[in-house]
């Protein structure tokens, strides 16, 4: 590790686990001075396109400049925003250093609650694959693999439709979850009331203890077929590790081996995310080599 990432390293290990608007940007600020930004001359950028009816029903797409290599995988990405706000705009970075890699990657906007409440987030996730998927001569090519990939809230919604058991997952090559939330609602609730403490996670999964069960992402794990690649950060706030934690224990449940499970040291629920397309590749090139031998 160079001196510059060991200083932020530093000063994100003396912010601990917190996940909050201050420690977001405090991690964005460290680490976009050293974004690259040559990748300009390398790929193209389609913002706002349509998959849906809705008004959040678009998707930027990030892709190599046709004069580079063919493109190797699709990932469509689902962002975070804690179940009622975000951007797919504010996680560019990823689009910007997958499509470095040969990827096209396009990242989704979906409904948020209040206003939309469970299953919107599954249900548009599903109307983004099935878009995805029929577009997918034109993106990348009928033979190219296809990964569905979500962060914090958004892994939650990729989860909850990786174990929906739709048609159209048949397609997938691998799932890869980082930092997720709300995979197991029965972690994150008030001892006393059973009720969901998260503001985001209640709005969106609702304040009935009776619900949370059926409306777990996890509830489905056993059916599921595809490889997961599962990330998170050592400075994730407990109770992201907790849900982290329960996913990796039901998939070995299920299946009886570990999937594939990488903690991005020195980093946390912001710098896990805002790290990318910088000098420090670590998890980048893991999820990378996942997807080659999925």
């Excluded at 996670?201 to 595809?226: C, H, I, K, N, Q």
Aim: aromatic share 10%.
């Amino acid at each position: 590790m160079d001196h510059e990432l060991a200083l932020i390293a530093k000063k994100i290990r003396a912010t601990g686990h917190v996940a909050n608007d201050d420690a977001f940007a405090e991690a964005l600020a460290m680490y976009a001075p050293l974004y690259d930004e040559s990748f300009s001359a390398r790929i193209d950028a389609e913002e706002d396109v349509a998959y849906g009816p809705d008004a959040r029903h678009r998707v930027d797409i990030y892709r190599p400049k046709p004069s580079h290599a063919a493109p190797n995988a699709l990932v469509l990405h689902l962002p975070s925003g804690g179940f009622y706000r975000g951007d797919k705009a504010e996680e560019a970075m990823l689009g910007r250093f997958f499509a470095d890699c040969g990827c096209v990657f396009a990242i989704a906007n979906y409904r948020l609650a209040p206003q939309s409440t469970w299953p919107a987030g599954r249900e548009d996730a599903g109307r983004f694959l099935s878009w995805a998927l029929a577009r997918r001569s034109q993106l990348v090519g009928a033979n190219v693999p296809v990964f569905l990939m979500g962060y914090s809230a958004g892994a939650s919604h990729a989860c909850a439709l990786a174990t929906s058991g739709a048609a159209e997952l048949a397609e997938l090559s691998g799932l890869l979850l980082m930092s997720g939330a709300g995979f197991d609602l029965s972690l994150g609730v008030d001892p006393e009331t059973g009720v969901l403490l998260h503001e985001g996670e209640r709005a969106y999964f609702g304040s009935d203890p009776a619900t949370y069960p059926e409306r777990s992402p996890m509830a489905g794990v056993a059916g599921l077929t595809v490889p997961v690649f599962v990330a998170y950060a050592e400075y994730d706030p407990p109770e992201l590790q907790a849900q982290t934690h329960a996913m990796v224990h039901a998939l070995f449940t299920a299946r009886g081996v570990m999937p594939s499970v990488v903690q991005a040291a020195h980093h946390n629920h912001g710098s896990i995310l805002y790290h990318f397309n910088s000098p420090d590749g670590r998890l980048g090139d893991a999820i990378l080599r996942f997807m080659e031998g999925a």
